[in-house]
Structures are given as C-alpha cells and as structure tokens.
C-alpha cells in the first residue's frame, strides 16, 4: 500500500510538471553533477524505482559513448530517464518508434538530443570512414557536416577539434527536426506544446550541458 502510494505521487508530480519545468530540473541537475553536488542514490530507493511502475521524466537521445553516463550528467537515478543510445545519437526508425513508446504511450513530455564534444562518430562521419553497417550509420551525419561547413567562417580547418564539436552540436539540431519529420505523431503533440524538443551539446572537459537552439 506505500509503495502503490509513494508511485500513485510520483506520477501525479510527473503529469502536473510542464516540459520547461522538467527541462528546468534536468539543468539544475547537470549543474550539480558538474560542480561535484551529486545527489547520492539509495540502494533502497533504487531497488523501488526497479520494482515499481515506471513514470520517467524525459527522454534523453544520447551517444553511444562510454564517457557520457546520462543519468549521471543530469543528477538522475533509477526510474527517472528513458535513455535511447546509438553511436552519434543519430535517427532511425528503432530510435523513433521508442520514442513515439515514451512521448505518446507513456506521456512523457521532454525529449533532449544529447550530442557531445570529441564525438568518435562525428570524427569518423567528417573522414568519411567506411566499416561495414558503420558506414550507413555515419551516413545521416553528413547534412550536420553540410550546414558546419556552410556556417564556418574562411579559412576554417575542417579536420579540427572545434570544427568536430561544431559538427556534433548541428547534429543534434538536426537530429531535433528528423524526429518532427520522421513522426507525424510527435510532431502533432510537438506543434501543440505538449511536447518539447531540445538539442543539447555536452563538454566532456567541464561536464556541462549547453542547450541549443
């Protein structure tokens, strides 16, 4: 009966929080986590979140790389993030049929596409690597690679660390409209506010989120 109580609160905080409120704590959070104000997760808590219903607050769209702990870069614990992975946190029909799963099936309202600095992806997209399935993968990175180099200023070396990071934070804004594009469903919910879309960049160095526009 406490445990049916403790879930019954924790979906009522969920649906009465706007996307912008939610957006709001996530970035809060990634503050936190960034100035070494970790919250310190319970074994206790975590062992109820894994046993009860689940009512995430967001959807994250991240990097498959090792170096971006998602949960831990917003100051999140078990039960709080649908997390979505692939390498360059690239669309595919996987990735939007799971997301139409937590925006439309489970009401989730905020979906934040993560890219980060020192992208392995992004690097092997702008030498245009050829490895098997990679290949078609590095594939959707390239209108990202377009627009950074239409944006750049002259004389702007395209190999460079910063052209990478340029590259990785115009996927993540295009990734954002892939996912308008590629659900009607989404982009329904997305055109009427119930839903908020954000591209975001994390630094690996400082451990900071930049949300984009």
Known sequence: MVLELEVSRQNDKRMSATAKDILDELVRGNAAYASGEVVAYDRERDQTHSASPQFPKAVVVSCLDSRVPVERVFNQGVGDLFVARVAGNVMNDDIVGSLEFALIANEVKLVIVLGHTKCGAVKGACAHVELGSLTQLLDKIQPAIEQAKADASEGTDFDSAA???AVAAQNAVHVVEEIKKSSPGIADLAKKGEVLLVPAIYD??????????
């Open 204 to 213: 690996l160095e400082s451990q900071r989120v930049e949300l984009l526009s």
């Open 163 to 165: 052209f990478i990071d």
